[in-house]
């Protein structure tokens, strides 16, 4: 890879945005290079989505100016902004899952067979899109239906579609959100592809260990200001972090002190035909048990089972060694089991209610048998759990749509907490969450673990499950491939089983 043209593709200067009355930017300058990965970054709420939807068109700015290829320019829509050269991919997949990949990635820009004629060039679509896999270095069957591609794959399918026209730059927000470490190493692959032929990337993550392996360039917002902009060869992850929130953090994964107590929870040959098969695990008071694979190893299939979520074909599940029926999440949340599940949005919360109303949802059944809410105890309640996890006071009276991802994480611990669950499930529980929310509920997650919570965790990120988690499952295609403790698991090892190998 060649190093990155010195003179500005894209400038941008002065930009400054609000909505109703918040201010979104102001004054902000940003510039992106030809061939370069620029990283943006900050916590949730510092601008970074804004900025990126002004460059591609889908806001306006309401003041400052910026340049495209030296030109003045000023793109009024995403379609002005793609006929420019500017693609950009979001964090949700836009696929439509009974196409085929070819489809997908030209649907609504289908060449004709016939210029002028309502005939397209099949062809022509399956062989230009094919193409456009090869120039990523993907092995990807532009035949295949997008529904049968695994989430790493229609992710890079998602970039080739960003492909179909000439492009120059390529916004990609959060793109290894919902990636295992081989998916992100392909994904890195068709970046450094992009960036040899002179592609300028925007990529905006909060996983700042990628962010260093990847990027060339970060620019840092916060409260909708630009920090500074930095050569990421010349700085350091906690210069950096401190960068992002403005000041320096504790340790990001707290040193665990706690003996394990007596077994809380076992679960033996749990199996759900097509997903997972024979999983037995135990899980002490004190301790977190960390899960991991790549993406569909079984992860989430194995912790909705064990809350009810999902059928059980076979096995069985003991808590404190009785043996118990668990047939819906309502029987788990009887016996004590709460989940926070991968989806905080779709499954985890309520978008339009309030937060407080959220935080009591769960428990509801439990603190009022009766048919009347005591709004003086629900009080209580919130206020003890917003005070403990730093929920400030003023979101509690908010849709909690309308708050950062990281408060929202929060508010769904709050949810579990109030139902006084003594096993906890968190699955992808710092997904796309800043780095300041990300080290609080680590802390907040040991804190629980030393009170003699039993907790599970189930993540893609191998440094949360590495720096907090006492024991590892790994898991390979539905299987338990190992058990690890904590000091015998590296990522080396760790990937080894997730792909089906020993260790060497």
Avoid at 242 to 247: A, L, P, Q, Y
Avoid at 303 to 316: E, L
Avoid at 371 to 397: K, Q, W
Avoid at 459 to 488: K, M
Wanted: negative net charge; hydrophobic residues 45%; glycine residues 8%.
């Amino acid at each position: 890879m060649g190093d990155p043209d010195p003179v500005a593709l894209l400038e941008m200067q002065a930009i400054s945005k609000s909505f109703a009355g918040v201010q979104a930017l102001a004054d902000v300058d940003f510039d992106v290079r030809r061939g370069e990965v620029h990283v943006l970054l900050g916590e949730n709420g510092a601008g970074k989505s804004t900025l990126m939807n002004i460059i591609a068109g889908v806001y306006p700015c309401d003041a400052g100016s910026m340049r495209w290829h030296g030109e003045p320019a000023r793109f009024t829509s995403p379609a002005e902004a793609q006929h420019a050269g500017i693609a950009i991919i979001y964090q949700e997949s836009s696929l439509v899952p009974h196409l085929s990949v070819a489809e997908n990635v030209f649907l609504g820009f289908e060449p004709p067979r016939v210029p002028g004629l309502p005939f397209i060039n099949w062809d022509k679509v399956y062989l230009q899109t094919g193409e456009l896999l090869a120039r990523l270095n993907l092995d990807i069957d532009p035949y295949a239906p997008a529904a049968t591609l695994s989430v790493a794959e229609r992710k890079l399918v998602e970039v080739a579609k960003a492909l179909r026209q000439s492009v120059d730059l390529v916004i990609m927000d959060e793109p290894t959100a919902t990636l295992a470490a081989r998916e992100v190493a392909d994904l890195f692959s068709a970046i450094r592809a992009l960036r040899a032929q002179g592609v300028a990337i925007v990529y905006v993550s909060h996983r700042l260990e990628e962010v260093m392996q990847i990027g060339d360039r970060a620019t840092v917002l916060r409260d909708g200001r630009k920090i500074g902009t930095l050569a990421l060869t010349e700085t350091s992850l906690d210069d950096l972090i401190h960068m992002i929130v403005g000041h320096y953090l504790p340790d990001k994964f707290p040193h665990k002190t706690t003996q394990l107590g007596p077994e809380v929870l076992r679960v033996e040959d749990l199996t759900c035909v097509g997903s997972i098969d024979h999983v037995s695990f135990k899980l002490h008071a004190g301790e977190i048990l960390g899960i991991t694979g790549l993406i569909g190893a079984g992860g989430t299939a194995i912790v909705r089972a064990v809350f009810g979520a999902d059928p059980i074909d076979f096995g069985s599940i003991y808590l404190d060694n009785q043996l118990i029926e668990i047939n819906s999440p309502q029987d788990a949340i009887a016996h004590g089991i709460g989940l926070l599940t991968e989806d905080r949005h779709e499954q985890g919360l309520v978008p339009l209610m309030s937060a407080q109303d959220n935080m009591t949802l769960a428990a509801l059944e439990k603190a009022w048998p009766g048919p009347f809410i005591d709004r003086d105890t629900e009080g209580e309640i919130v206020s003890r759990y917003a005070e403990r996890l730093g929920i400030r006071g003023d979101n509690l009276d908010q849709g909690v749509l309308y708050l950062s991802g990281g408060t929202q994480q929060k508010v769904v611990i709050s949810k579990w907490l109030a139902t006084r669950s003594r096993v906890l499930i968190f699955d992808e529980p710092t997904q796309g969450i800043d780095i300041g929310a990300r080290v609080a509920i680590y802390h907040f997650m040991n804190e629980l673990a030393q009170e003699g919570s039993a907790i599970i965790v189930v993540s893609s990120d191998l440094s949360e499950i590495l720096g907090l988690c006492d024991r590892i499952l790994v898991l390979y295609q539905g299987h338990v491939a190992a058990n690890l403790p904590r000091v015998a698991a590296s990522r080396q090892i760790i990937l080894a089983y997730a792909n089906g190998e020993v260790p060497a």
